[in-house]
């Protein structure tokens, strides 16, 4: 439960600093595509025995110069060549798994595995996770210049396409951080609730910088305990939990709550109508 906790924390924390950025830029699906996109990489690296990190990224970096290919040589749009990339690499990725010896090895990588997670699966964590996190915040003015005006950003000398290259490898190791603690199937919630939760909360990025993070944490905290004393599976419920501070926030946020907002409409229709 230590190391299960410690590796949801960290998880947390890095995905929903990323998630802002996503969610910022329009890159949720891109953030779909992206985390299930690394699954052959992660299997072929367990088969050889590399890194995760390693397969992760190579199949990243693939999956987004396939969609480009793809999306520029072709009549095919941006969301039909991410659906096809995405899915027929997931599809690889399963297939390679399929056919190594010990089937226990598939439900670890695509639903996670945080109540076996062994010592070196908390060292691997923590540091990508720690490098994940610290290129993130030194680079946070620069990508969120990226994100609110590319052309600004081309034209005070920064690289906007090199920019974009730079996050979209920042995700695939985040990818892999995630996977540790929910699987390769959840980690786009991880990577696009906690950001979505915290733009309903505030108009400014930097507090969005705090709340995502902070969400996220208590969210994982919330989930991994109801798990073990619901005996249920644990990434699912760290997700869940996440989906219900959404719901909640959706609902009730004091500035874009849907039924505070109505309410609002309705008391002002009545002060109209006095």
Not at 77 to 93: N, P, R, S
Not at 166 to 190: D, I, K, N, P
Request: hydrophobic share 60%; net charge positive.
């Amino acid at each position: 439960m230590q190391r299960a906790l410690a590796v949801t924390v960290v998880a947390s924390v890095v995905c929903a600093v990323l998630s802002c950025w996503l969610v910022l830029i329009g890159w949720s699906l891109m953030g779909d595509a992206v985390s299930h996109a690394v699954l052959p990489g992660v299997a072929l690296a367990y088969i050889v025995g590399a890194p995760f990190a390693v397969g992760a990224v190579l199949f990243g970096f693939l999956a987004v110069a396939l969609i480009g290919a793809v999306r520029g040589t072709s009549r095919v749009k941006e969301d039909a060549a991410i659906g096809i990339v995405f899915t027929t690499l997931f599809a690889l990725g399963l297939v390679l798994i399929s056919v190594t010896p010990s089937q226990t090895d598939l439900s670890h990588i695509i639903f996670g595995n945080l109540l076996g997670l062994s010592q070196g699966d908390l060292i691997q964590v923590v540091t990508l996770g720690a490098i994940t996190f610290a290129i993130l915040i030194f680079k946070r003015r620069d990508f969120t210049l990226y994100a609110f005006d590319p052309t600004h950003a081309h034209a005070i000398g920064l690289n906007p396409r090199m920019l974009g290259a730079f996050l979209l490898g920042l995700l695939a190791l985040t990818s892999v951080v995630a996977l540790q603690a929910v699987g390769v199937v959840l980690v786009v919630a991880m990577l696009i609730i906690p950001g979505a939760t915290a733009y309903l909360l505030t108009d400014r990025f930097s507090r969005m910088l705090v709340l995502a993070p902070a969400i996220s944490v208590g969210c994982a905290i919330v989930g991994l305990y109801a798990s073990y004393y619901l005996d249920a599976a644990s990434g699912g419920m760290v997700v869940l939990t996440q989906g219900a501070a959404f719901t909640l926030v959706y609902l009730f946020s004091p500035r874009h709550g849907l039924i505070v907002a109505r309410l609002n409409a309705a008391r002002r229709r009545k002060l109209a109508a006095a």
